[in-house]
Structures are given as structure tokens and as C-alpha cells.
């Protein structure tokens, strides 16, 4: 009777499985504050694709980790990047054809500096510039999806990289290929172990410049709008947990599909209650992602989706 009256459904086609590509061979290293999350090389990462296919999960969403950074993050739409490597190889095996692979677009794992764009430095002061960032941010996801990513995923949250992506989407031949829009992304605590993962800190000041204030949900809704003008397809909420209301009052003005991204301080910190024995992993897994959709998310991308697609 409960499954009959049940309101929200959770389901492995509904989740997606975030991977961190490195350079290497046979290489899998887990990241410390992320149990059972690992930096992985292509042919480990190809491992992971098949047993995300096996499980039903609905798609993968790839980050990079170069094996040198630059000051404008060239890694980030070179040809041969390690996304782009990583793309062709898994687009090569016949098991991801179940599967979405969505590329991430930013630079702040290719840059030196750690910022999600180029920085114009002044002695003490500097400022990360909005709009030459946009240029090689376009750059970036006409690259990836040239490279065989079905749907690109910026990250930046630089204005105007919706229109200039579309356009370069446009100009490589890329129609298809939608933007998922990290349209609202809030400046969180809560991704300092994807940091780790990726190597991606800041090195100097912060993302409070071009990632959102936590205070804000109308501003918010406007930063949805605005990408929503410029041609975003779909759109992905960040963090999830902490913000559920704001997930909640964009599903109700926008009729755009929408992912929520638990995000890795959001797994982390349930991890480290796991550890200790404080909380039943099984039952809190299930629980924080059903409060996601029932939140409005369509779909979730989250560490724990093979552990969830196993428990389902
Ligand atoms: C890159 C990016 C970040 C995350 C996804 N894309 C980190 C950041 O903005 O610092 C965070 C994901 C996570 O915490 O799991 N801009």
C-alpha cells in the first residue's frame, strides 16, 4: 500500500555519477575526505562507466585533473585535454551507450591560480574578469562537446557563458548538444572536499565575486532567468541539501528540467557520521536524496549513486 500512495519516486536513472579523471594508467586514488570517491586515470574511469551502466544509473559527469595548470587554464579546451581524452574513450565502449555523459565546463582545475576564471592581478588586489573568461569558457564546452560530451555543464557562474557557449555550441556544429546550467550556484562550504578531489582551491581570495551569496533566494531566481534568456536547456541547483527551498521555489516558476547536485561536503559529512556509527548509512543515503526530489529536483547528481542504485 505504501508504494501505491508513494508521492516521490527514486530511481537509478534519475542519478548521476560524478568521476574525476587523471592522468596515468592504472591509477586510483581515493581522495581522503571523500570514502569510496577516487581520482581516477581513463582506463580506471572506464571501469567505473561500465558499472555505472550495469547498475542503470542514468549518466556520468566528468571533471579533469591535467597534469600541469596554466594562468588560463588552456587545459580546459586543449584537443587532447584529459576530458577530452576521457570523453572518446568512454563514448568508444559499447556500455555507455545507456549512459549521459555530461561534461563539467570551468577552469578551476586547469588554472594555477585555482579560480574559475582568468585573473587580472593588480599587487594586493585582483579581480577574476567576467567577460575574457567567457571566450575561453566557450572555448571549453564547443571542445568537450566536440570530444563526444552529450551535454555540457557549466560551472563558472560568469554572466553571459550561456549565450557565448551557445553560439560556439552553434558554430562547431553542435545544436544538439544542451546546456545544463549551473544557473544559481552558491558560494558554499560544503565543496571543500571536491577541492581536494580536484585540486581546484583558490589560491588567493575566494568565489564570493562570481558564485552566489547563501542569504540570497531571489537573487537567486533572477540568475535562473538570466540563463534561461540566454538559452540554458536545463538546469542544475548547488548545493542540494542546504538549499532545498531554493530548489523547491525554482521548480515552481520554471518549467525547465532541473538537477539538484549533492554536492561533496553534503556526502562527505554523512560519511563521517557513518563512520562513527551515528547514523544508518543505508537508510540516510536514501533519505537526503528523497529530500532532494521531493524538493522538485527531476534528477540528482551525487557521490552515492552507485550505493544508491544498489540499494534500489
Ligand atoms: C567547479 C566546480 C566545483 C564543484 C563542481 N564544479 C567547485 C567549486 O566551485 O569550487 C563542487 C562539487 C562538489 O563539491 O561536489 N567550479
Known sequence: MRSLVRETQLQPRALIYPLFVCEGEGLRREISS??????????????????????????????????????????????????????????????????????????????????????????????????????????????????????????????????????????????????LSYASKFASAFYGPFRDAADSAPQFGDRRTYQMDGANLREAMREIEQDIAEGADMLLMKPAMPYLDVIREARNRFDLPMGAYQVSGEYSMLHAAFQRGWLEPERAMLESLLSIRRAGADFIVTYFAKDAAKAL
Not at 542503470?56 to 559527469?61: E, M, P, T, V
Not at 555507455?96 to 594555477?112: F, P
Open 34 to 179: 571523500m570514502p569510496g570517491v577516487y581520482n581516477l586515470s581513463i582506463d580506471e574511469a572506464l571501469k567505473e562507466v561500465e558499472v555505472c551502466a550495469a547498475l542503470g544509473i542514468g549518466g556520468i559527469l566528468l571533471f579533469g585533473i591535467p597534469a600541469e595548470k596554466d594562468e588560463q587554464g588552456s587545459g580546459a579546451w586543449a584537443s587532447d585535454g584529459i576530458v577530452q581524452r576521457a570523453l572518446r574513450a568512454i563514448k568508444a565502449l559499447p556500455a555507455s551507450k545507456s549512459l549521459v555523459t555530461i561534461a563539467d565546463v570551468c577552469l578551476c582545475e586547469y588554472t594555477s591560480h585555482g579560480h574559475c576564471g582568468l585573473v587580472a592581478r593588480d599587487g594586493e588586489h585582483f579581480e577574476v574578469e567576467n567577460d575574457s573568461s567567457v571566450a575561453l569558457l566557450a572555448k571549453a564546452a564547443a571542445s568537450l562537446a566536440a570530444a563526444g560530451a552529450d551535454i555540457v555543464a557549466p560551472s563558472d557562474m560568469m554572466d553571459g557563458r550561456i549565450a557565448a557557449m551557445r553560439s560556439a555550441l552553434d558554430a562547431a556544429g553542435k545544436h544538439n548538444t544542451p546546456i
